[in-house]
C-alpha cells in the first residue's frame, strides 16, 4: 500500500448506504462508502476507516473509506473489489476448481439477468457469480449480512444454467482473514439460505476464498471447499 495515497479518519455516522461522516484530522469529511450492506458488526462509532483519495473530481466526496481496522486486523470495505480480484486469481490458477478454465466474458447475460463471468475450458462452460463477504462471527463467514432478492436471484439462474448442461458456480470471497468456515447467514435472510440449500441440491457449486487486505488489493491465505461449509438446520416453515 502506498502509504501517501491514504489516510486514516475515525468513523462518526453512516447517513445513507453509500456515504459515512468520518473525522480526519480534527475535521469532519463526507466519504464515499462503495458497500450497499449492513455492515453493522464494523461500522460502530470510534472505528478506524482507512480513506483513499476520491481521485478525479468525479465524486462529491473527497475521500473513498476502503479498509476498517478490526483491533489490528484490515478489513475490505469495497464490495466491488473481489470482481476485479477474481480474474488474476484465475489466471494466477489460485482456486482450485477452476484451474485451467479461463475468463470469456464479463457479466454475461444468464436467464433473465447477468452472471459475474462466463468461463470455458474446452468445449465447457462454467458460470460463475461472486459474492463479496464482510462478515465473520466465530469463524464462519456469512452471506449475506442484509436480505438480497438479488442474491436469491442469482443462485436461481446459476440452477438453470445446471438444468442446461452448463456447470455453475458460487465463490464467496471473504475479505478478511479470520475465517474457517462459511455459509449463508439463516439469521438474516432465511430464504436465502433455504434458496442457498436447494441450488447445492441441484448441483451449483459453492467454494470461499479468505483473503487478506494490504489496504489496495486483496490476497488468498486459504481455499475452502465443500467441507467447510457450514449449513444451519433449515426451517420447516420455508
Not at 106 to 121: I, M, N, Q, T, Y
Not at 131 to 148: I, N, Q, R, W
Request: hydrophobic residues 45%.
Amino acid at each position: 500500500m502506498d502509504s501517501w495515497k491514504s489516510v486514516w479518519g475515525t468513523f462518526i455516522e453512516r447517513p445513507n448506504r453509500f456515504a459515512v461522516w468520518v473525522e480526519v484530522n480534527g475535521k469532519g469529511e463526507l466519504a464515499h462508502l462503495p458497500n450497499p450492506g449492513r455492515l453493522r458488526e464494523i461500522l460502530v462509532p470510534g472505528r478506524r476507516l482507512l480513506l483513499r483519495p476520491a481521485g478525479n473530481g468525479s465524486r462529491k466526496t473527497r475521500w473513498t473509506a476502503v479498509g476498517a481496522d478490526l483491533s489490528g486486523m484490515l478489513v475490505s470495505l469495497d464490495s466491488t473489489l473481489p470482481n476485479r480480484f477474481v480474474p488474476g486469481a484465475l489466471a494466477a490458477g489460485a482456486i482450485p476448481p477452476f484451474r485451467g478454465w479461463e475468463i470469456v466474458a464479463k457479466e454475461p447475460k444468464l436467464g433473465a439477468g447477468r452472471s459475474d463471468f462466463l468461463l470455458v475450458r474446452g468445449k465447457r462452460k462454467l458460470f460463475l457469480e461472486v459474492k463479496s463477504v464482510t462478515l465473520v462471527e466465530d469463524g464462519v463467514a456469512l452471506f449475506p449480512d442484509a436480505p438480497t432478492d438479488r442474491g436469491r436471484r442469482h443462485l436461481r439462474e446459476l440452477v438453470g444454467a445446471v438444468r442446461e448442461g452448463i456447470r455453475a458456480a458460487i465463490l464467496f470471497v471473504v475479505q478478511r482473514p479470520d475465517a474457517h468456515r462459511f455459509g449463508p447467514n439463516m439469521t438474516t435472510d432465511p430464504a436465502f439460505a433455504e434458496t442457498f440449500w436447494k441450488a447445492l441440491e441441484q448441483g451449483v457449486e459453492a467454494y470461499a476464498v479468505i483473503c487478506a487486505f494490504d489496504g489496495e488489493r486483496l490476497h488468498i491465505e486459504k481455499f475452502l471447499g465443500p467441507d467447510y461449509l457450514v449449513l444451519p438446520e433449515r426451517r420447516p416453515d420455508l
